[in-house]
């Protein structure tokens, strides 16, 4: 499958003309996974070597209990670009769905990198986030902003090294 369509066909272009996005060449912003290094100047997205491991990136799973402001699309929009931001990764498209009535949202952000996605349920004061990147990012620089915006009372994470050879 084209990546286009697939990029299309998981809603990640909802909000534009499905016309115009299954056209447009979206590839460009896609870094390849390489194993070599030098093979592209602005190649982020890459193999990771750390503590004699090879690996394709890190996926965390961040559970957040007792929450505030996890209804608010605005507010998670933000934690979710300025994790981005800390992590060093580049942000390609974010998109959120806000729910009724439990005003649970979903969501995620895409990167060159991979992914940042969150599901809400404010009726519950939970927030589940999962932070998956590769390369020189560095996703467990987004558990503190995550815990600066939401405040939770309690925070778990786990950690999964994806690709390991």
Same mark, same amino acid.
């Given at each position: 499958?084209?990546?286009?369509?697939?990029?299309?066909?998981?809603?990640?272009?909802?909000?534009?003309?499905?016309?115009?996005?299954?056209?447009?060449?979206?590839?460009?912003?896609?870094?390849?996974?390489?194993?070599?290094?030098?093979?592209? $100047?602005? +190649?982020?997205?890459?193999?990771?070597? =750390?503590?004699?491991?090879?690996? /394709? !990136?890190?996926? *965390?799973?961040?559970?957040?209990?007792?929450?505030?402001?996890?209804? $608010?699309? +605005?507010?998670?929009?933000?934690?979710? =670009?300025?994790?981005?931001?800390? /992590? !060093?990764?580049? *942000?390609?498209?974010?998109?959120?769905?806000?729910?009724?009535?439990?005003?649970?949202?979903?969501?995620?952000?895409?990167?060159?990198?991979?992914?940042?996605?969150?599901?809400?349920?404010?009726?519950?004061?939970y927030a589940a986030?999962?932070?998956?990147?590769?390369?020189?990012?560095?996703?467990?620089?987004?558990?503190?902003?995550?815990?600066?915006?939401?405040?939770?009372?309690?925070?778990?994470?786990?950690?999964?090294?994806?690709?390991?050879?």
């Open positions: 499958m084209h990546k286009t369509t697939a990029l299309v066909q998981l809603g990640t272009d909802l909000d534009r003309d499905s016309s115009t996005a299954q056209g447009e060449d979206v590839t460009r912003s896609v870094v390849p996974l390489h194993s070599d290094r030098g093979s592209y $100047e602005n +190649d982020k997205d890459f193999f990771v070597e =750390r503590d004699g491991l090879r690996f /394709a !990136g890190t996926h *965390l799973i961040i559970d957040l209990w007792g929450c505030e402001r996890i209804g $608010e699309i +605005d507010h998670i929009d933000a934690a979710m =670009r300025e994790s981005v931001e800390a /992590a !060093g990764a580049t *942000l390609l498209h974010i998109h959120l769905h806000h729910f009724t009535p439990n005003d649970g949202v979903s969501g995620v952000a895409v990167l060159a990198e991979s992914h940042i996605s969150v599901h809400t349920w404010p009726e519950c004061g986030f999962d932070v998956f990147m590769c390369g020189d990012a560095r996703p467990n620089a987004a558990i503190e902003v995550l815990k600066r915006y939401f405040r939770p009372d309690r925070v778990e994470v786990s950690e999964h090294l994806r690709g390991r050879d």
